[in-house]
């Protein structure tokens, strides 16, 4: 690649990488906006009617994506991909055997101790769900154009309709299952909108190579094992909590739990990016590899690390803010649950090496571990400990995921993140909430406002970070 070509697909992927944070940031702030509508009209038991559906049928939307999502985007930065064929054949696949496994999320839910709405909301939801695997399979086709601003378009687009609908839910008191309902609307809008979007770059058509379906699923099955096992230590705890606890406390754990799918988006944004230049330079250029790899280790940090510490800080006012007094309780769970929270940024960055390099399938073994401890876990504590137990064994089973796919990426790419400026922004971290402690009680946003400006300026003294280094980060130099 030319020095000129190479200029070029750096400003590509800085500006790819601009355009999908400013639309994932605009579609969570519209997701934080409907959480806060949802939490203080349903309170902690609605929440907690509203965590059960999602939750379920979560479940079942990570088991029809069958490990695909990852595998298109690997398979499509191949030099020399038939795109068409492969995104048509996995668009086939995921539209037939997807809406066939979110059909048992209603039928198994009849076994289950919940509430008539729950069950109902959990059969409305499978069109929503179904949308939504669909919507990611097409998501590969714009990381590798370089046109993530189609997505953004999409998401906010779907965002919009469904806020729209709580507000109207809201004023008329229609209920949770007319809430689910406008969430089915709002995702079916987003998958025509990406739908045709994805037109011009590739003419995606209902395909039935079984043989390029074997070849694809061959490729994916450890992904989905991977995937299935991951739904297990992330997902189960709720349903657990479900079944042992009641709504109430399901809902004050969900609303802890909402938030940190809010910041985990954070990283899925960055590291949803680095993955095809990881596939791309893993066999190909291993010094860029590294120096990818090791870049993004350091954004992670610069933003993890304070996260954590902040939050023991600013869990209250958060908490507050969001779901008012009936949740407060919530902001104890927050606290531990941020750790976790921390985990999951840094295994973002390390499951997608692991991806890239085709070590999955040693990654499994790991990811059982992990699905072990939390189901074993959860049945131990939280008849005990409650929302608290699930906090803390969440913390466990997603440290089990990061050092282990860390570990292999080390033994297989002899690849391994230096830690300087993860040291640095601990003693930033540190020194911030220093500060917070002696400074006096002001308002949540004036202290929130200084605890960054703090931050950023101890650690940009200790060279944690320089101009330069930002640039690189955001070209993936």
């Known amino acids: 690649m030319s020095n000129q070509e190479q200029v070029s697909l750096t400003r590509k992927v800085a500006h790819n990488t601009i355009i999908q944070f400013t639309g994932k940031t605009i579609a969570t702030l519209l997701a934080v906006v409907i959480a806060s509508l949802l939490m203080r009209y349903l309170g902690p038991e609605g929440f907690g009617e509203y965590t059960i559906i999602i939750t379920f049928l979560a479940i079942f939307s990570v088991l029809a994506d069958l ?11 191949k030099e020399g991909a038939d795109i068409k064929k492969i995104v048509s054949n996995i668009f086939t696949i995921k539209l037939i055997f997807g809406f066939a496994i979110l059909l048992l999320a209603p039928i198994i839910a009849l076994f289950f101790p919940y509430s008539d709405t729950v069950k109902k909301g959990i059969l409305i939801g499978v069109i929503s769900y179904l949308c939504i695997i669909l919507i990611r399979v097409l998501w590969g086709i714009f990381q590798k154009h370089f046109h993530m601003e189609k997505v953004a378009i999409g998401e906010v687009s779907a965002k919009v309709i469904w806020l729209l609908g709580v507000i109207l839910c809201v004023r008329l008191n229609f209920g ?14 987003n998958l025509i909108v990406i739908f045709l979007f994805a037109q011009p770059f590739v003419k995606i058509r209902l395909a039935f190579n079984f043989l390029e379906w074997r070849h694809l699923l061959k490729i994916a099955y450890p992904l989905a094992i991977m995937a299935a ?32 799918e809010f910041l985990v988006t954070l990283s899925a944004i ?80 390390f499951s997608y090496a692991v991806v890239a390099a085709n070590q999955q399938k040693k990654a499994v073994w790991f990811y059982g571990l992990a699905a072990f401890v939390a189901v074993l876990g959860n049945l131990i504590f939280i008849p005990y ?89 955001i070209r993936l130099r």
């Open 229 to 260: 096992l991951t739904l297990v230590y992330f997902r189960v705890n709720i349903i657990l909590l479900s079944v042992l606890k009641s709504e109430a406390e399901v809902g004050i754990y969900g609303a802890a739990n909402k938030i940190i």
């Open 385 to 473: 400990f409650s929302y608290y137990a699930t906090a803390v064994v969440s913390i466990a089973s997603e440290a089990i995921i990061c050092l282990s796919c860390a570990w292999i990426i080390a033994r297989a790419i002899k690849a391994r993140p230096h830690l300087k400026v993860f040291l640095k922004s601990l003693i930033s971290s540190l020194i911030m909430c220093g500060m917070l402690y002696l400074l006096p009680k002001w308002h949540f946003s004036i202290s929130f406002v200084l605890a960054i400006v703090i931050y950023f300026v101890v650690l940009y003294i200790l060279r944690g970070f320089s101009k330069e280094t930002v640039k690189e980060i």
């Open 270 to 349: 960055f590291t949803g990016l680095l993955l095809p230049v990881l596939s791309r330079t893993v066999f190909l250029d291993r010094e860029r590899f590294a120096k990818v790899y090791q870049k993004g280790f350091n954004a992670l940090a610069v933003l993890a690390i304070p996260l954590i510490f902040g939050t023991q800080f600013f869990a209250k006012p958060i908490i507050g803010l969001l779901g008012g007094k009936e949740f407060l309780a919530s902001a104890s769970v927050l606290r531990i649950l941020i750790f976790s929270c921390g985990f999951i940024f840094f295994a973002h960055l």
């Open 67 to 77: 490990g695909l999502e990852a595998t298109l985007t690997r398979e499509i930065s």
């Open 176 to 189: 949770l299952l007319y809430i689910v309902a406008f969430a089915v609307l709002a995702n079916f809008v």
